[in-house]
């Protein structure tokens, strides 16, 4: 019998290999101190991310029953320590536990809770997600309360504001309200935790207007912000967007016979009476300017580009309200009043359909003062 190299006993066995050098990538980050929460009588330590915050128990106690229960379940005696003080991870970013501690320790002396100051949305949504998920009420609250300002739920409320970003009168009570700076990637991050929360249900047809703006590709392979995150999708979200983007695309295909019916009806409609003198519509010249308006406005509607209803019959009803500048355009008032009427009726019936196919709860229900 003949033995190979490798099966041969009296050959001594190749060398192992060297063994490969440890992956960095999945070397964890070392645990440092927050340069502004490391209090020296702290007797709690709370992780989060690679960030050590050493803070009081009875403070967070106080402030959330959810801090108290979870410092007491630390206590058993198989918890972890950190240079000899009780150890708890929490799951938020470290920059989101930061802004929850500034506003627990020093909320009456910091912005944050004050009535009329200016906070970023992506701060507003933390103090909103983190005041749900530690039942700290009064920030919760704050949250809520910012976020009905710069998102109505009523078109009247729209109309008044009509973005988060342009400061307008309150409708309420008619101060003017702060801008705020948003972006995409900010009302894509609202969306997703709008739709895990009834009562953010609200903001979801502006974030989701925003959202269809969005070409397919991006829906599909996410968008990145400045700092090179890309901001993606899951399967059920894209589904979401897309057949949101489509159901707007239907309405907006169907606005023009919508349209030229309003016009065509304020004329031939015998109902419709508002001239004394004439009974129905008969004025000369009416007929033509309503042919002129229509050329126009259908004009306007080919080249529309965006994805959104309401600002298109916006755009219809101000080229009526404007015909003054083009005598071709004027009707009788008679016909401009009825036009006008069912133009803005059927914006509100746009308006309606938004809040129906997202199931947003009290969709242009809330009352309004005058």
């Excluded at 209090?39 to 690679?50: K, L």
């Excluded at 998102?151 to 409320?157: D, G, H, Q």
């Excluded at 912000?225 to 899951?234: A, I, S």
């Excluded at 004439?278 to 126009?296: L, N, R, T």
Aim: hydrophobic share 40%.
């Amino acid at each position: 019998m003949t033995f190979s190299r490798m099966d041969d006993p009296s050959v001594p066995p190749p060398p192992s290999p060297p063994p490969s050098p440890p992956d960095s990538s999945k070397t964890e980050s070392p645990i440092t101190h927050s340069d502004e929460w490391w209090f020296w009588d702290g007797n709690i330590v709370v992780i989060a991310e690679d960030t050590a915050y050493r803070v009081h128990k009875g403070v967070l106690s106080l402030h959330s029953e959810v801090f108290k229960d979870m410092f007491q379940i630390g206590q058993q005696s198989s918890a972890e320590t950190f240079e000899d003080c009780l150890m708890v991870h929490v799951s938020d970013t470290a920059s989101d536990f930061s802004l929850i501690l500034k506003i627990i320790y020093f909320g009456g002396q910091t912005c944050y809770l004050e009535k009329d100051s200016v906070l970023e949305l992506s701060t507003i949504q933390t103090m909103f997600v983190l005041g749900r998920k530690y039942n700290i009420p009064y920030i919760h609250r704050d949250a809520l309360r910012r976020l009905h300002i710069y998102f109505p739920t009523t078109l009247r409320e729209w109309d008044s504001e009509q973005s988060p970003i342009t400061p307008r009168r309150n409708p309420r009570d008619g101060t003017r309200r702060p801008s705020i700076e948003v972006n995409i990637i900010s009302m894509i991050r609202l969306f997703k935790v709008a739709r895990m929360f009834d009562d953010l249900r609200f903001v979801l047809p502006m974030t989701m207007l925003w959202c269809a703006v969005l070409q397919p590709r991006q829906i599909i392979m996410g968008i990145e912000d400045k700092g090179d995150v890309r901001e993606v999708f899951t399967l059920e979200e894209q589904d979401y967007i897309l057949r949101f983007k489509e159901d707007m695309n239907q309405v907006i295909r169907g606005i023009p016979n919508i349209f030229h019916n309003i016009v065509r009806g304020a004329a031939t409609d015998p109902s419709r009476r508002f001239c004394d003198a004439f009974g129905s519509c008969g004025i000369p010249g009416c007929d033509i300017a309503q042919e002129e308006y229509i050329k126009s406005a259908l004009s306007m509607i080919e080249g529309y580009k965006n994805w959104s209803p309401l600002q298109l019959w916006r755009k219809l009803i101000g080229i009526m309200e404007c015909t003054k500048e083009s005598p071709a355009m004027v009707a009788c008032k008679g016909c401009e009043k009825r036009i006008l009427s069912a133009l803005k009726m059927a914006r509100n019936d746009a308006w309606n359909a938004i809040g129906i196919r997202l199931e947003v709860p009290d969709w242009g229900e809330l009352p309004l003062k005058d």
